[in-house]
């Protein structure tokens, strides 16, 4: 049995914006690279599990070591500055409708350099895309092509009349998905 996305996510929410734990993140070698882009890198954190509880796992966006070495502060401010929207849209999201990935934290390390902690998907479209014309599979089937139009609509909808915000980056890599095309699905922003 599923247990509603709002009232874990919200429930989340209010324990990574209460908690006097902090977020430990630890350096990256220890931890599985998903992706990158410009300036950043995209990782997977395995939380360790408490007594009694299965937590799931964070996607970690850092800035790229040879970043660092430049002191370059725009990536950083960067990353705080999609923080802050995302903390904003998390908190306007009333529904899994929404479409947006979940907020999960920031910290700054003693560098004064940023760490951004999210909601961890499974692949993007534009990963399932490659891999289909990789693998000689042809396009996405109607009935999946139609659901991640309909779920990047709904997030834009979100975005755009809600939480009063223009994506600016819409491409297939940054749709993020859950799940996977054989079973239920759900792209998020």
Not at 29 to 57: A, N
Not at 94 to 116: C, H, K, P, W, Y
Request: glycine content about 6%; some cysteine; hydrophobic content about 35%.
């Amino acid at each position: 049995m599923d247990t509603p996305r709002r009232k874990l996510r919200n429930l989340h929410l209010e324990n990574v914006q209460n908690s006097s734990t902090p977020i430990n993140v630890p350096p990256s070698p220890m931890m599985k690279t998903l992706g990158h882009g410009t300036g950043i890198r995209v990782y997977r954190l395995d939380r360790s599990p408490r007594l009694g509880e299965i937590r799931s796992p964070w996607a970690v966006k850092r800035i790229t070591q040879n970043m660092r070495v430049k002191k370059d502060t725009l990536f950083n401010e960067r990353i705080v500055h999609e923080a802050d929207i995302l903390r904003t849209s998390f908190k306007l999201a009333q529904t899994e409708a929404s479409n947006i990935v979940g907020f999960r934290g920031v910290i700054t390390n003693d560098e004064g350099i940023n760490t951004l902690a999210l909601e961890m998907c499974t692949i993007s479209l534009g990963s399932i895309l490659e891999e289909r014309h990789d693998e000689d599979l042809g396009p996405l089937p109607a009935k999946n092509t139609y659901k991640m139009i309909m779920d990047v609509a709904q997030g834009l909808d979100f975005l755009h009349n809600e939480a009063r915000l223009m994506h600016g980056d819409i491409k297939s890599f940054n749709v993020l998905v859950k799940g996977s095309l054989r079973s239920s699905t759900k792209a998020y922003m």
